[in-house]
Each structure stands twice: as structure tokens, then as C-alpha cells.
């Protein structure tokens, strides 16, 4: 059975980025019908924090990516990452180093200033340090090294950028354990994939560089490799690497702005992979079609209007039921009584059609369950005296048609054109200025025959200035 993970650092928020990848591992695990594990490698104890750890999995829920086992916590499993290493320095694959940092920093200037990489020179391997006479020091305690091979190439065949080969000759001995007993990056991440028998490891392409030593340890462990695949980086609308003022923010950010969990997940789906011309697509059909093969090797650039974009086309798919249920938070937060005014799915039908975000149908639904409170500039600059008037007049038909509905409204509107001679703004506008406070909306007659006939009325009477 498949089996995939989404692995984040608790050191800040989800941001377009992992969830990326929490998307692509999460579909590759249902479109095979495989299992998908949520791990939260939590060892940078210095940056790691309960509130990321939240952030990460309410962006989670938010999107949809439900998982099948987890959370796991890497903290959790000291003893086990201890035990894996007793094991390799047992079988010589493993070994104490008792560098201290400041022996590392000399080596390193050392090496920089003959011109050579800087890295470990391996002085703590056991053969090395006894032909050097070096002893343990008293009171410290090691950190735990692997004994990397010293010939030979590391291959493996990327399932997105294919066939990867690097020299062992590049690597040098890194640290499994750190001197309290916690592991790094390269030594927990093995550890954990084998225990959790995952097959398939996606992740970005900044990972690339550390697959090498985590498959050496795997063959020191005699581990059967799980697949790898690295997506690409996701680059700024300017090919620069994706920064906060690109949109690099919290995923939960975008919820906040209104955007549609199922548009997000449309869009994080796009950035590196294609399925053909399409664009628009829902969450259950991403699943159907999402395979490794059609993820691009070139690095995907984030463009905040085509997600708007396609968040606009979300929101006008949506049922008038379901966007109304998902505004009514939003609207109670701005204010809005909503048993004062007409069923909400009526107005979300009127306004759906031209809302890009939650946000902006929220707030243009508002002007039906609040009072408005046009201003005298907004009067002043659509408001001429010749037509004040026609509007008092209007208010009097309006109370007079039999039936209140948009085409006997519209209708009524038409008559007062044709008698007064007018271009449809010059009355439209003004009767927009009175009753909602604003110049434009929707159809007009349909506006006025959700508003109620009474309220229409009242708001063109009260607000019509008299001077």
C-alpha cells in the first residue's frame, strides 16, 4: 500500500509552500488509495512552538487534507532515534565526536583558506582519532556521527527530475545525534520514514541536497529506499524566491481574505502541475487526475490575480445555500441583523456573479441588513436638484404599483425615463445614492425587490435632501 507523509517544522505558520506539498502528498495517497501521515518534526526546540503547531494543522482542515495517522511528534521518539543510533555505532556505521564548536569553526577557516570545501574532516572516526592520540574529554557529552562511505556515487531516480547521482566524496560525516540526545533533520526524517513505512516521500525541491545522506543511512540500516520525488521551488510573480510580499503568508491568511478552500487548493494544484488546458477544477477531480509524471521540473511562479481569478470562478459555482452559509460569520462580525432584512441566499444570488472573495460579497450582501448612511458629497456629486423631484415622485409610483416584483419595478423605472426623457444613470444612480447609500449594483429592480417595497419607500423619503 502507498503510503505518504506531510512532515512540517513547527517554527511558523503553513504557508503556500508546504501546502503544496501536504496537497500532493495527500492526493497521491488517496488517488491510490494508500494512507497519508501527518508528522510534526518539532526538534528545533528554540523556534518550535504549540501556536505553529496549530497554524499548521487548522490550515490543514481548512483545505480539506484530512490524514489517516497522526499527528506524530518527533519529540515524542527520543528513545527510538537513540536506539537506531546505539544500533549503527555497534555495527561501525556510527561514531562519538567530541568536536567542540570551536574546533569546527578553526577547521572550517582552515580548510577555506587553502581553498578547500569546508566540512568535517572526520578526526573522531575511531581508526583517526586513536592514530591521532586523541581522548574523550571528561564532562562532555558527544554528538553522534555518520560514517559516511568514502567511494562511490549515491543514486537515485528522482520521480520528477528523474536520474540524480552525486559523489560520496561530497558528503562528509554529519551529525545523527546532537550531545542531548535529539536528532537533526537528516537522521529523525530517516528514522521515521522507515518506521512509518512510507513509500513515497514528496516534498520540495530544497530537499534535493539532503536525500543523498538520508539514503546512506537507509542502506546502513539494510532499508528497502522509499520513492522520492521533489516538486519546484515556487518563485514570485518576479522570479524571485517566494517573500511575504509576494503572498508567502499564513494559508489561513487567505481565509481570512475570503478566498474558497476549494479555490486554494485549485490554485496550490497548479502551481507546478498541469492536467491538460484545465484550469478550474474541483478538489475531487484534482484527486482523480493528480499523477507525479505531469509535475514540472522548472520552478512554478505565484500569481495572486490568477488566484483571485479562480477564486471568482469558485464563488460563482457555488450554491447560493452554501455561500450564504459560509458569509453568515462574516456578516454578523460587520454588523449585519440578518432577520431585518430578506433571505441571505436571495442576496448572494444577486451579488455571486461579481465577488472575487468572501470578503467583498460579505460587504456588498451588507447594504440589505444595515441602514446606509450616504454622505452629502456622495448627494452633492450624484444628486442634481433637477432630479430630486423625479425621485420624490418615483417614491409615490412605487407605492402604487400593484405588484412588487423586478419586472413591474423595472417597468415603472422605464415609464419615469420616458416621461421625463432620461438616460438610465441619470435616475438609477441617484435612486442607488438614496436607498443604499452607493452608485452602483446589481440590476436595479432586482436590488429594490429584495429590499421590500416599504423600505424602498422610506430610505427614498428620508434621504432625499430637501435643500
Known amino acids: 500500500?502507498?503510503?505518504?507523509?506531510?512532515?512540517?517544522?513547527?517554527?511558523?505558520?503553513?504557508?503556500?509552500?508546504?501546502?503544496?506539498?501536504?496537497?500532493?502528498?495527500?492526493?497521491?495517497?488517496?488517488?491510490?488509495?494508500?494512507?497519508?501521515?501527518?508528522?510534526?518534526?518539532?526538534?528545533?526546540?528554540?523556534?518550535?512552538?504549540?501556536?505553529?503547531?496549530?497554524?499548521?494543522?487548522?490550515?490543514?482542515?481548512?483545505?480539506?487534507?484530512?490524514?489517516?495517522?497522526?499527528?506524530?511528534?518527533?519529540?515524542?521518539?527520543?528513545?527510538?532515534?537513540?536506539?537506531?543510533?546505539?544500533?549503527?555505532?555497534?555495527?561501525?556505521?556510527?561514531?562519538?565526536?567530541?568536536?567542540?564548536?570551536?574546533?569546527?569553526?578553526?577547521?572550517?577557516?582552515?580548510?577555506?583558506?587553502?581553498?578547500?570545501?569546508?566540512?568535517?574532516?572526520?578526526?573522531?572516526?575511531?581508526?583517526?582519532?586513536?592514530?591521532?592520540?586523541?581522548?574523550?574529554?571528561?564532562?562532555?557529552?558527544?554528538?553522534?556521527?555518520?560514517?559516511?562511505?568514502?567511494?562511490?556515487?549515491?543514486?537515485?531516480?528522482?520521480?520528477?527530475?528523474?536520474?540524480?547521482?552525486?559523489?560520496?566524496?561530497?558528503?562528509?560525516?554529519?551529525?545523527?545525534?546532537?550531545?542531548?540526545?535529539?536528532?537533526?533533520?537528516?537522521?529523525?526524517?530517516?528514522?521515521?520514514?522507515?518506521?512509518?513505512?512510507?513509500?513515497?516521500?514528496?516534498?520540495?525541491?530544497?530537499?534535493?541536497?539532503?536525500?543523498?545522506?538520508?539514503?546512506?543511512?537507509?542502506?546502513?540500516?539494510?532499508?528497502?529506499?522509499?520513492?522520492?520525488?521533489?516538486?519546484?521551488?515556487?518563485?514570485?510573480?518576479?522570479?524571485?524566491?517566494?517573500?511575504?510580499?509576494?503572498?508567502?503568508?499564513?494559508?489561513?491568511?487567505?481565509?481570512?481574505?475570503?478566498?474558497?478552500?476549494?479555490?486554494?487548493?485549485?490554485?496550490?494544484?497548479?502551481?507546478g502541475w498541469s492536467h491538460g488546458d484545465d484550469e478550474n477544477f474541483s478538489p475531487e477531480q484534482f484527486v482523480q487526475w493528480f499523477d507525479l509524471k505531469h509535475v514540472s521540473r522548472s520552478p512554478a511562479q505565484f500569481n495572486p490575480e490568477k488566484l483571485r481569478w479562480l477564486n471568482h470562478q469558485h464563488v460563482r459555482e457555488q450554491s447560493d445555500e452554501e455561500l450564504a452559509d459560509a458569509i453568515v460569520p462574516r456578516m454578523k462580525f460587520l454588523g449585519a441583523d440578518l432577520s431585518s432584512g430578506p433571505p441571505l441566499r436571495g442576496v448572494v444570488a444577486l451579488f455571486k456573479d461579481r465577488a472575487e472573495t468572501l470578503v467583498s460579497l460579505s460587504n456588498d450582501c451588507l447594504m440589505f441588513y444595515s441602514e446606509p448612511r450616504p454622505t452629502q458629497e456622495l448627494f452633492d456629486q450624484h444628486v442634481p436638484a433637477p432630479i430630486k423631484p423625479v425621485l420624490a415622485g418615483l417614491a409615490n409610483d412605487f407605492e402604487a404599483i400593484p405588484d412588487w416584483t423586478p419586472v413591474s419595478i423595472g417597468a415603472q423605472i422605464r415609464a419615469v425615463l420616458d416621461a421625463r426623457q432620461l438616460k438610465m444613470p441619470k435616475l438609477a444612480i441617484p435612486v442607488r445614492v438614496c436607498v443604499l447609500g452607493r452608485t452602483n449594483t446589481p440590476d436595479l429592480a432586482s436590488v429594490l425587490s429584495l429590499l421590500g417595497r416599504r423600505v424602498v419607500v422610506e430610505r427614498l423619503r428620508q434621504n432625499l435632501p430637501t435643500s
Open 1 to 271: 500500500m502507498i503510503r505518504t507523509r506531510f512532515a512540517p517544522s513547527p517554527t511558523g505558520f503553513l504557508h503556500i509552500g508546504g501546502a503544496r506539498t501536504a496537497l500532493y502528498s495527500w492526493a497521491y495517497a488517496r488517488r491510490h488509495g494508500g494512507k497519508f501521515i501527518l508528522r510534526i518534526e518539532d526538534t528545533d526546540r528554540e523556534r518550535s512552538t504549540d501556536a505553529s503547531v496549530t497554524a499548521i494543522i487548522d490550515g490543514m482542515k481548512w483545505l480539506g487534507l484530512d490524514w489517516d495517522e497522526g499527528p506524530f511528534y518527533q519529540m515524542d521518539r527520543l528513545p527510538r532515534y537513540r536506539e537506531v543510533a546505539d544500533r549503527l555505532i555497534a555495527e561501525g556505521k556510527a561514531y562519538a565526536c567530541y568536536c567542540s564548536k570551536e574546533e569546527l569553526d578553526r577547521m572550517r577557516e582552515e580548510q577555506r583558506a587553502h581553498g578547500a570545501k569546508p566540512r568535517y574532516d572526520g578526526r573522531w572516526r575511531p581508526e583517526r582519532a586513536a592514530s591521532l592520540g586523541l581522548v574523550p574529554p571528561a564532562g562532555i557529552e558527544p554528538v553522534i556521527r555518520f560514517r559516511n562511505p568514502d567511494d562511490g556515487d549515491v543514486i537515485f531516480d528522482d520521480m520528477v527530475k528523474g536520474p540524480i547521482s552525486i559523489s560520496n566524496a561530497e558528503l562528509d560525516d554529519f551529525v545523527l545525534l546532537r550531545g542531548d540526545g535529539v536528532p537533526t533533520y537528516n537522521f529523525g526524517v530517516v528514522v521515521d520514514d522507515l518506521d512509518m513505512g512510507i513509500t513515497h516521500i514528496i516534498r520540495g525541491d530544497d530537499h534535493v541536497n539532503n536525500t543523498p545522506r538520508q539514503i546512506n543511512v537507509m542502506h546502513a540500516l539494510n532499508a528497502e529506499l522509499p520513492k522520492f520525488a521533489h516538486a519546484p521551488m515556487i518563485l514570485g510573480a518576479d522570479g524571485e524566491r517566494l517573500s511575504k510580499r509576494h503572498g508567502a503568508v499564513s494559508v489561513m491568511q487567505y481565509e481570512e481574505d475570503g478566498f474558497l478552500p476549494r479555490a486554494m487548493v485549485n490554485y496550490l494544484a497548479r502551481l
